[in-house]
């Protein structure tokens, strides 16, 4: 299973835009990249999913280069409800998917 | 109601002791898992199930168990509960054809004296 790297936090004011890089050098050929956010004492919710290029939803935007080593999740205009623990996974869709979450990155949107 | 519920939320326990949490789903998803949290670090994968006849043990699946008594019930077990056990258990469950999203349940608090 690949590897994920996030830096560990991260501020940002109401308004700005947010991008949080996620760095995955082992990724495989199967893998896809996953986004969760995570608020105190909730369980995980997901963001956004993507193999390649650029995906957009009502909530963010990833983008992951055509080597796929690294992805960047994108959050506009963030606000003070946006402040939570984001992770990054990668996974492979075959028989024994499996999502491993690493530490995260904890955003701190201040007003 | 909540596509995913756990009970208990939370719990206080004894070192030795046997317990169960319980995890029940109303998504019709054949995917369940469980996973531990530790205060201020990610999720670490205890046990997870494809289906009720597949179950399978993940990171940190030592000192735990589990049973998958229906498509929408899996319970995770503590044979003799341990003061490191301590940590916020979460219950998921996601689709075959979207595997990459889960759905949580709120989690359970457990402490153990």
């Known amino acids: 299973l690949a590897k994920t790297t996030q830096p560990i936090s991260m501020d940002s004011y109401e308004g700005q835009e947010v991008n949080i890089t996620c760095s995955h050098n082992?990724?495989?050929?199967?893998?896809?990249i996953t986004w969760y956010q995570q608020f105190p004492s909730q369980g995980p919710r997901f963001i956004i999913q993507?193999?390649?290029t650029k995906v957009t939803n009502e909530v963010a935007s990833l983008f992951i280069p055509a080597d796929r080593k690294s992805s960047t999740l994108s959050l506009p205009r963030v606000s003070l409800s946006d402040t939570a623990v984001y992770y990054c996974?990668?996974?492979?869709?075959?028989?024994?998917?499996?999502?491993?979450f690493g530490s995260g990155t904890r955003l701190l949107v201040r007003p | 109601d909540a596509d995913v519920t756990q009970t208990p939320r939370n719990r206080i326990t004894k070192t030795g002791k046997r317990i169960m949490l319980e995890c029940s789903q109303t998504?019709?998803?054949?995917?369940m898992y469980w996973y531990r949290q530790d205060p201020g670090l990610g999720l670490q994968l205890i046990y997870y199930?494809?289906?009720?006849?597949?179950?399978n043990k993940g990171e940190i699946s030592d000192g735990y168990s589990v049973s998958r008594q229906a498509q929408a019930k899996f319970s995770l077990s503590l044979e003799s509960a341990i003061p490191n056990q301590t940590a916020l258990y979460f219950c998921?469950?996601?689709?075959?054809?979207?595997?990459?999203?889960?759905?949580f349940g709120p989690g359970t608090r457990l402490l153990v004296l």
């Open positions: 199930s494809f289906d009720v006849k597949d179950i």
């Open positions: 082992n990724i495989a050929t199967n893998d896809y």
């Open positions: 998504k019709g998803h054949d995917r």
């Open positions: 996974l990668v996974g492979s869709m075959d028989s024994s998917y499996k999502l491993i």
């Open positions: 993507g193999y390649k």
């Open positions: 998921a469950t996601s689709d075959d054809r979207e595997q990459e999203t889960q759905y």
